[in-house]
């Protein structure tokens, strides 16, 4: 498919556009696009989309046969700022941290990995490798403490009383309380996320003057320093420390400090040559550090600003309150839990990144299944728009070729549904799942793997214990017994039907038939508003009579999932 989908839909043209501005400023070199993400604690899923919009941009220019790096920026270096709530393994011990890299701060109890920010990281790298997401992690503390990024510091510090200017035009205005590159779900986590962005990242004047540059103390460990005084020539560098240490180092050779947040991301954006890095709709006002970037890229640096499309907030809907895993913020993982990659993938990749969406927790995971699988059978039988097309194959694969797929994607609202019955007992959903289509049962429960796992996980992690179905385990004789003959002769016309319709489609066909029998119409008329009142105080008799309330999973798959014998037990016609 590589090529065919020019122009067809907003990633083909993304590509054209980024491809087209690579050659322009560096002919010949690879493409380069970049994300930037923050492991300042659990990653939030609304932030999957700094991620994924450059990356179906990158994955279109890979499978045209061009060479793309997809940079993703760990801001680890940047400063700790606070506790998140709800971590698990996390006090308010973490609290003495605050002002230190991320990658020197203690992961939390119990945590496998070295640090804080490596915690946080691992949890999303897991999440980008089941996406299919091909990448160049750069890691910024790797990079400070290195020395990777000197010529561009000792550069900035001396031109910094032009940054200082280019700073001041922004000042005074009103700045936006929040000023992150990360897209957020909602204002309060606006106010506690972030890289990088806050009130002072764009560096603070001293009695010496204004420097874009921030060491990390030698003593404490944290940034709460003042730098002093600076020399050009000598690069003799003299800071104090809100603890009391001070020292004076040589920046030619001194590694522990980073660039101010608002001069940092237009350094790197010059150091590597980013031609393409969209950012949040918070980017959008003057004095953003976006904005404020592309003022001091060229000056300074000599760069350019990416081609930086703001893309819009995506939102989680209907998330069990409980159910996230890590700290009560919904992270990718979790949606993962409850999706395949190819549907999260989607969702991405058939909206604008302008266009807001919302990742949904809720029932309504199951409409959206039965429109990827709509969608998968359109474009199997060569009948899709062109530009749904496009969107499915970026959702099914990457140029690195298909994600791994269910090999028999039963409807998700059916396994969803057999799995609210069975509690996940293995045997009874082989048993159910084999006969949905009695001249094509299932051999083994993987054929339906991974679909039914994510199903499986939707029931238990998302639907509360109050809504699950529970069979009933005697006959409501009560009820049984106060049936009047127009619902005794409709159950006895689904019992007797039973057995030469036990499959998906002939209980379906069963059920709607029954009442349209009894009303002496024939079992394909079309349904008259009489008739749609008739069919469903039927199935709410059924409901009754079988769950002991008026709603439940679909009637075919319930009595499927109840088995034959007890359908015909709870409805009274048992031996
Ligand atoms: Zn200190």
Known sequence: MAGSSTETDWVSRFADDVIAESERRAPGKPVVVASGLSPSGPIHLGNLREVMTPHLVADEIRRRGIAVRHLISWDDYDRYRKVPNGVEGVDDSWAEHIGKPLTSVPAPAGSPYPNWAEHFKAQMSAALDELGVEYDPISQTAQYTAGTYREQILHAMRHRADIDAILAQYRTKKAPAKQSQKPVDDAELAAEEGSGAAEEDDGSGSAAGYFPYKPYCGECGKDLTTVTSYDDETTELTYTCACGHGETVLLSEFNRGKLVWKVDWPMRWAYEGVVFEPSGVDHSSPGSSFQVGGQIVGPIFGGKQPIGPMYAFVGISG???????????????????????????????????????????????????????????????????????????????????????????????????????????????????????????????????????????????????????????????????????????????????????????????????????????????????????AQRSFFALLYELLVGRDTGPRLPTLLLAVGQDRVRTLLGAGG
């Not at 991974?450 to 005697?474: F, G, K, Y």
């Open 319 to 533: 998330m069990a309150k409980m159910s996230s895993s890590k700290g009560g913020v919904p992270v990718p993982a979790d949606a993962l839990r409850i999706m395949e990659p190819q549907i999260l993938r989607w969702l991405y990749a058939r909206r604008r990144p302008n266009q807001s969406f919302k990742i949904a927790f809720d029932q309504e995971i199951q409409r959206l299944y039965d429109e990827w699988d709509a969608l998968t059978r359109k474009v199997g039988e060569g009948i899709a728009l062109p530009a749904d097309v496009a969107a499915y194959a970026r959702a099914a694969g990457t140029a690195a070729g298909e994600l791994p797929r269910t090999p028999r994607p039963l409807p998700y609202r059916t396994l969803a549904s057999v799995a609210d019955i069975t509690a996940g007992a293995e045997q009874q959903t082989l048993r159910i799942l084999s006969e949905l289509e009695p001249d094509r049962p299932l051999a083994a429960l993987d054929e339906v793997r991974p679909r039914l796992d994510r199903a499986e996980a939707w029931i238990s992690s998302q639907v509360p214990a109050e809504q699950r179905t529970v069979v009933r385990a005697e006959p409501d004789a009560e009820r049984l017994v106060a049936l009047d003959d127009g619902e005794r002769g409709a159950l006895k016309l689904l019992v007797d039907g039973l057995g030469s319709h036990w499959s998906l489609d002939g209980l379906t066909t069963l059920v709607y038939a029954v009442p349209k029998v009894q009303a002496g119409l024939d079992p394909d008329a079309k349904p008259t508003p009489e008739l749609k009142v």
